[in-house]
């Protein structure tokens, strides 16, 4: 089992910078793979941003060019660097770790983000 913890969401002006948290704890050794998702009110949940085992990174459209996903010191936490935030950014952020065990995801609680005018 895996267990998936986000941090670091709050309110931020538009235009301002926020920075997410993913750390997986268990059986961590089977994630080749790590992802943040969003999902704002009335909307289908949406991916955001990928990095994988070798460092590979993978970003929406939506966010490219704005937001970087990044490993910490080991392949167990991850983070999302949240720059020119605008309302439309609003949501809510969740990480997802893949495992090679039959492709099986974990995914944590969410955090909020919201960004005011």
């Known amino acids: 089992q895996v267990q998936v913890l986000e941090s670091g969401g709050g309110l931020v002006q538009a235009g301002g910078s926020l920075r997410l948290s993913c750390a997986a704890s268990?059986?961590?050794?089977?994630?080749?793979?790590m992802r943040w998702f969003r999902q704002a009110p009335g909307k289908e949940r949406e991916f955001v941003a990928q990095i994988n085992l070798s460092g590979s990174t993978t970003y929406s459209d939506s966010v490219k060019g704005r937001f970087t996903i990044s490993k910490g010191n080991t392949k167990d936490t991850v983070y999302l660097q949240m720059n020119g935030l605008d309302p439309e950014d609003t949501a809510i952020y969740l990480c997802n770790a893949v495992t090679t065990t039959g492709g099986q995801d974990y995914w944590g609680q969410g955090t909020q983000v919201t960004v005011s005018p």
């Open positions: 268990g059986r961590t050794f089977t994630i080749y793979a």
